[in-house]
T-cell receptor, first 115, second 111 residues
């Protein structure tokens, strides 16, 4: 089946540093990728929709300058958490929409801890 | 999530059958997904329905009625490992539109 790889799975960083998370569709092309954040015992919250070759569309309340999204190719999108703070600690998950069928596949998630 | 309704929690007995219902807004509909999410993990794909009817995959089946804006996930022969959250996810029409999530149904399977 289709696979979406997310890297890194775990990351611990110091407050004020930036962290980049990659989301790759390994065996299909994805014109659209989505980034979510999930706090413990809560539902997935959509942060932004990433379209290949164009600017991401951010959800209300999500800071564009803090969460930089780049969708440079049909198989790769990146999320950079800039100047991370402890409140940014969360589980970040990407999903990729398969071109053609429209099926949506999730990455394994990246757990960010900001000290 | 926007315009998606599913029960918050359900409890069922090991070996039994459970049905998790989901209703959604019918406008701009382009398919409905069901995902399983264990605590601390990313969701995993269970099913994708675009046409009306029942689709069966082993112990899991998913049903869709587009006219009613209704879907359900049916889990048979429940196992303890089926304890998880089940997410009903609506895909909008148009490849660039965002998907919308239900809040998920937390299913607890008891012995």
């Amino acid at each position: 089946g289709a696979v979406v790889s997310q890297h890194p799975s775990w990351v611990i960083c110091k407050s004020g540093t930036s962290v980049k998370i990659e989301c790759r569709s390994l065996d299909f092309q994805a014109t659209t990728m989505f980034w979510y954040r999930q706090f413990p015992k809560q539902s997935l919250m959509l942060m932004a929709t990433s379209n290949e070759g164009s600017k991401a569309t951010y959800e209300q309340g999500v800071e564009k300058d803090k969460f930089l999204i780049n969708h440079a190719s049909l198989t790769l999108s990146t999320l950079t958490v800039t100047s991370a703070h402890p409140e940014d600690s969360s589980f970040y998950i990407c999903s990729a929409r398969k071109q053609g069928t429209g099926e949506l596949f999730f990455g394994e998630g990246s757990r960010l801890t900001v000290l | 999530g926007q315009n998606i309704d599913q029960p918050t929690e359900m409890t069922a007995t090991e070996g039994a059958i459970v049905q998790i219902n989901c209703t959604y807004q019918t406008s701009g509909f382009n398919g409905l997904f069901w995902y399983q999410q264990h605590a601390g993990e990313a969701p995993t794909f269970l099913s994708y329905n675009v046409l009306d009817g029942l689709e069966e995959k082993g112990r899991f089946s998913s049903f869709l009625s587009r006219s009613k804006g209704y879907s359900y996930l049916l889990l048979k022969e429940l196992q303890m490992k089926d304890s998880a959250s089940y997410l009903c996810v609506r895909a909008p029409s148009g490849g660039y539109q965002k998907v919308t999530f239900g809040t998920g149904t937390k299913l607890q399977v008891i012995p």
